[in-house]
């Protein structure tokens, strides 16, 4: 268990790379910009060193630059917990990962489907529009795109002219990891989130992938009730992020 853990965390990481980083004690940390915290905070890696040794380099580095100090806590490696605690660090935005193997996948009409290697205008005009991007996230979201080395696929469902679904996956050996499913608000519950991501892991087994696996806030009621419903039914772990305010 916990090796098929961390082969998903490190996939999970590959997928949705920070631009700008350090490893610092065995700890990756991450500095890329945006909104995002997965790419705005220190993560544990497997193997990681001092725990406090890497909390407060990881403050020093982030003053530097003027940031505020996140840290990601995978139930894996939760060897920072006591540390972050003493230090006044609280809990948020708990995150489960999911995971299905790919077999049998059905049969789908393909129409309006359309799955490219690099993300179009269109598709990434749907992205910044039902994520709220103002100029900087999009900046940071297309360097982290850009960054990606792995084999990638950019899916998109037409909403008859409305911009439809759109998610992204990223193969990492033969497991697909699935990132970025929105729908914008129009066009909700019309089906189009679970066609996007059923023509992703189509791709993935395509192209060898035997396994999927995602990451989701625990309270999205309707993105988990989505992916449970395709298959998403086994949580691997949780993680979540730890601030001061």
């Not at 544990?44 to 990601?72: H, T």
Request: hydrophobic share 45%; glycine share 8%.
């Amino acid at each position: 268990m916990d090796e098929l853990c961390w082969r998903v965390e490190e996939a999970c990481l590959n997928a949705w790379p920070s631009p700008r980083h350090l490893l610092v004690h065995g700890y990756l940390l991450c500095m890329a910009g945006g909104p995002s915290k997965r790419i705005n905070s220190c993560n544990p890696l497997r193997g990681a060193g001092d725990p406090e040794a890497a909390i407060f380099a990881s403050e020093a580095i982030y003053a530097d630059l003027g940031r505020r100090p996140i840290f990601r806590v995978p139930d894996i490696a939760a060897q920072m917990l006591p540390w972050l605690e003493r230090r006044g660090y609280r809990a948020i935005g708990e995150t489960r990962t999911l995971y299905r193997e790919i077999k049998a996948l059905p049969e789908a009409d393909g129409s309006g489907i359309t799955v490219a290697e690099t993300p179009s205008a269109a598709w990434l005009a749907v992205r910044d529009a039902v994520s709220n991007n103002d100029p900087e996230a999009a900046c940071t979201f297309r360097m982290v795109t850009d960054a990606i080395v792995l084999p990638r696929a950019f899916v998109s469902v037409d909403g008859h002219g409305d911009g439809g679904a759109i998610c992204f996956g990223v193969r990492d050996g033969d497991l697909l990891v699935i990132e970025s499913v929105a729908v914008p608000s129009p066009l909700r519950k019309r089906g189009l989130a679970r066609r996007a991501v059923m023509a992703l892991m189509r791709w993935g087994a395509e192209t060898g992938a035997k396994a999927a696996c995602l990451q989701v806030e625990a309270d999205n009621a309707p993105a988990v009730a989505l992916y449970e419903g395709i298959g998403f039914e086994r949580e691997l772990y949780r993680y979540h992020y730890r601030v001061r305010f």
